[in-house]
């Protein structure tokens, strides 16, 4: 078997490092530590075809002894990056404990990305931890990751999993794995909260400019760039919540170093999709007192937001009284940023393709009756995609009834006709989602070496918003004794 880093080979795959033309006290360049048997266990090759991520000349051996960190390609200097955060509300200083990125890959439309590997060995800022991670929770970054992306949201990618062949040592022995992941970039939050912390504004500047050059190219032509990225950044993450919130997806751990400024979702610890619509749904073990839990998804967004901007207090020109209350100011305007897109969100759910003031009602008036009722989320708005009143003893309510008619009354007032407002809510309500207790079957399987219900489940979330027969045990809500209630961040 081959594993060891030195493997003499003609592999040359060379990925660049613009990230660490940055100041040297946000990355540090290392490699991945080996592992002892490493196996591929999945390797998505539709992505590697999509981003130009051509492998074809190495052999499987190869391409494996690569996404397990053991051979490191000519011309390719990987690195972990530094960051901080504010985890549950406390500021830690924390970085990339388990993850290296091996570098930085263009795309054919000339996108940067970065290709990193998560469970690869200690690095500088793995405090206590080993640096690895076990098999099921990369399994379950795979599923979810790619169940988003299908669902049409910003994501991290993942592009394999590979099984170390060594064991992790958790609360009990876990088979470990590393993830290959594809980001926009890992800038996150904490990465500014990092910066600015070293008490040199020259380190922050250099970010700021960087991730101006990256993902925010229009902004270099602006006056005032720490506003203007606020700016853009407020109006990003509102985006990628008002999508998390229209498929009842729960991130579980929104500290500020998981919130990535490329826009995407990242870091899939304990997340989970709810079931039954209840706003205070929360899954993660480690979440007790529901800091993270559905509803309140939007207002720490909002608070994240904050701590970026007082990373960036340093970069702003003018008074600092001034600046302070202009940033406020801009903070505020989350609220209703976030509003407008959550209820046109909500209204196309529903048909419409405007909202109107008095729509609002609607929305919540059915969101009310959901809640009151523990009606599936995912069914309810898939169910509601007919044009006959759904079946079920649950839809035979007076109170669905009342609901029901308003909305038919509601939708006739839609100029393009009924048709194109179910075009509409087919776009945007799924038909499939990774239901938990399907993620749960799919990693215990794996964890015992059936991978089948894991690709099927692959197989199921590609095409989500294409309803059919073939779906019906996915789309089922767990029985009483198959429901998940708690997920665990693994690490
Ligand atoms: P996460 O909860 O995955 O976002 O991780 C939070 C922090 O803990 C990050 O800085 C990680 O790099 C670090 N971390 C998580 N698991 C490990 C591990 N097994 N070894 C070292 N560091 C880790
Ligand atoms: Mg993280």
Redesign the pocket.
């Known amino acids: 078997m081959l594993s060891s880093q030195n493997y003499m080979t003609d592999f040359n795959f060379p990925l660049e490092g613009t990230y660490t033309e940055l100041p040297d006290v946000l990355f540090s360049k290392l490699s991945p530590t080996p592992v002892s048997q490493p196996k591929t266990i999945i390797f998505n090759q539709k992505l590697a075809d999509e981003i130009g991520f051509d492998l074809s000349g190495a052999s499987e051996e190869v391409r494996t002894l690569f996404f397990a960190g053991n051979l490191v390609p000519h011309g390719t200097a990987p690195f972990a990056q530094a960051y901080a955060g504010h985890q549950f509300g406390n500021f830690t200083v924390?970085?990339?404990?388990?993850?290296i990125v091996l570098g930085e890959h263009r795309t054919p439309s000339g996108n940067r990305i970065d290709l990193q590997l998560k469970g690869s060995g200690r690095t500088s800022?793995?405090?206590g931890?080993?640096?690895?991670?076990a098999l099921g929770p990369m399994l379950r970054e795979y599923i979810i990751s790619e169940a988003m992306h299908a669902l049409g949201i910003p994501t991290t990618r993942s592009l394999a999993v590979v099984s170390t062949g060594e064991t992790v040592y958790r609360e009990t022995e876990l088979p470990g794995a590393i993830l290959a992941r594809i980001a926009g970039s890992h800038i996150r939050v904490g990465t500014f909260e990092f910066a600015s912390l070293q008490g040199d504004k020259a380190v922050t500047q250099a970010l700021l400019d960087y991730l101006i050059d990256r993902h925010f190219p229009k902004i270099k032509e602006k006056e005032n760039q720490p506003f203007a990225l606020l700016e853009a950044v407020i109006h990003q993450q509102a985006e990628l919540i008002t999508h998390w919130m229209r498929v009842g997806f729960i991130h579980g751990?929104m500290n500020t170093?998981?919130m990535a400024l490329s826009g995407e979702t990242i870091?899939y610890?304990p997340c989970a999709f709810m079931d039954t619509f209840a706003p205070d749904t929360v899954f993660s073990s480690i979440d007790h007192k529901g800091r993270y839990a559905y509803a309140n998804q939007p207002y720490i967004a909002q608070w994240n937001l904050a701590r970026l901007a007082e990373s960036l207090l340093p970069l702003m020109d003018g008074k600092k009284e001034e600046i302070i209350t202009m940033a406020e100011e801009l903070l505020n305007s989350f609220e209703q940023i976030y509003k407008s897109k959550w209820l046109s969100m909500m209204g196309s759910k529903l048909g419409l393709s405007e909202v109107g003031k008095e729509d609002e009602k609607l929305i919540t008036d059915l969101l009310d009756w959901m809640h009151k009722n523990s009606a599936d989320f995912t069914n309810t708005f898939l169910n509601l995609c007919k044009e006959e009143i759904p079946e079920g003893v649950l839809y035979a309510s007076e109170d669905f009834q009342n609901w029901h008619s308003r909305w038919q009354n509601r939708l006739s007032k839609e100029e393009q006709g009924l048709e194109s407002s179910f075009a509409l809510m087919s776009l945007v309500n799924p038909a499939v989602i990774p239901r938990n207790h399907k993620v749960e079957e799919a990693l215990q399987a794996g964890e015992e070496g059936n991978f089948k219900p894991f690709h099927d489940l692959l197989n199921t979330l590609e095409k989500p918003y294409e309803d059919s027969d073939h779906l019906l045990p996915y789309q089922t809500p767990p029985e009483p004794g198959e429901k998940v209630l708690q997920t665990f961040?693994g690490?």
């Open positions: 924390l970085g990339d404990g388990r993850a800022y793995s405090r931890g080993d640096g690895r991670a751990v170093d998981n870091d610890g961040c690490t």
